[in-house]
């Protein structure tokens, strides 16, 4: 007995999974964080995909951004390396994790390693051709990082692109400028299959796949039951829904911020509007004064009178009130000329009195008035 548990204590590391790490610009603590997990990150995608892979790998950890993207750039990925966060080739059994880049984005590397994980078994065990959507959906799908997805797609576009079919969005999943985009919707239609459909029924359609040649249509529809072209309808449906949420959700989050925008606009516009108009006056004004010059000595304050006005006003008094004043007045200034008009006005006889109605009327009656 004693000799059986030890064959089976010496046989069970040739059995295991040999992992051969490069760790580039990466500390040692991190390389052995990650070493670690790998095991429960196979057994992840194993239970969220249904397929099993016991094969070795090549894991290289990239520390740098610019050493990946020289490393990407030899292994021929065509996305930009920024874009980039690992990529998996599952001929060669390698993995390849952009840790400057998770860390940028401050994602979870464990997602991550789960997502090239699955492209790594996919690549490995399914031998039939499959859309792009497809397998970014799926890989996306396993992720299973809702935190990270948050975090992704709060960095989308406000209304993310509309796709037709499900081959346009392959387009986008291979354009550098709608990527992004184009994965998080990759992810969107997945999880709309496996509402749609169940698990069960997507680790079918995964497990058909695994034979060559079988065209995935033809799969899609042995396991689900519905054509892809309904499926295809009824996902790009949903998406357009989403994308139309989201839009409102957006106003209805930031409608105050937008208001307040759109006043300080408002308020601007009216300010320079008010600095062009003031500035428009004073050109004209301006060129008003170039045309026609205004008399310098000219001003609304009225001159104090002088000593030759104040004696031609005495002598044309003198010579008008000769007869009815003593003389001119002794004294010229205001107090003096006040005194002089209220004593030429006591002097003057006064007025005539208006006769009253019934006095006019009385005169006109009496034939013994001699000035009737």
Do not use: C
Request: negative net charge; without cysteine; glycine residues 6%.
């Amino acid at each position: 007995m004693r000799t059986l548990l030890i064959i089976l204590m010496l046989a069970a590391p040739l059995g295991a999974r040999s992992v051969a790490t490069v760790a580039l610009d990466v500390s040692a603590g991190r390389k052995l964080r990650i070493e670690a997990a790998l095991d429960a990150a196979f057994e992840h995608v194993e239970r969220k995909t249904g397929l099993r892979d016991e094969g070795d790998l090549n894991l290289t950890l990239v520390g740098d951004a610019q050493r990946f993207a020289d490393l990407a750039s030899h292994d021929g990925v065509s996305l930009n390396a920024e874009n980039v966060l690992g990529y998996a080739d599952s001929g060669a059994r390698r993995l390849v994790l952009n840790l400057a880049a998770i860390d940028e984005r401050r994602l979870n590397e464990l997602g991550v390693l789960r997502h090239e994980l699955a492209h790594l078994v996919m690549g490995s065990a399914l031998l039939s051709k499959r859309p792009l959507w497809f397998e970014e959906g799926v890989a996306l799908w396993v992720e299973n990082m809702p935190l990270d997805a948050l975090t992704e797609s709060s960095a989308i576009d406000i209304v993310p692109p509309s796709y037709e079919t499900l081959n346009q969005l392959d387009l986008g999943l291979r354009d550098n400028r709608q990527a992004g985009a184009a994965y998080g919707q990759a992810r969107a239609i997945v999880e709309f299959l496996a509402r749609r459909h169940g698990d069960e029924k997507l680790r079918a359609l995964l497990q058909e796949l695994r034979a060559p040649g079988v065209g995935f249509s033809a799969a899609f529809r042995e396991i689900t039951g519905e054509e892809l072209r309904t499926f295809e309808t009824a996902a790009l449906g949903e998406l357009e829904a989403r994308r139309q949420s989201r839009f409102l959700l957006f106003l209805g989050a930031n409608w105050w911020w937008m208001l307040f925008t759109f006043a300080a606009a408002l308020a601007m516009l009216a300010w320079l509007k008010r600095r062009k108009r003031v500035k428009q006056l004073v050109d004209d004004w301006e060129e008003q004064e170039k045309l026609y010059p205004s008399d310098p000595s000219w001003s609304y304050a009225q001159d104090d009178p002088t000593e030759e006005f104040r004696e031609s006003l005495k002598k044309r008094i003198s010579e008008r009130d000769q007869e009815d004043a003593p003389g001119p007045p002794p004294d010229i200034s205001d107090e003096g000329l006040k005194h002089w008009y209220d004593k030429r006005n006591e002097q003057k006889p006064p007025a005539p009195k208006t006769p009253s109605a019934e006095e006019l009327k009385q005169w006109l009656e009496d034939p013994k008035d001699p000035n009737r």
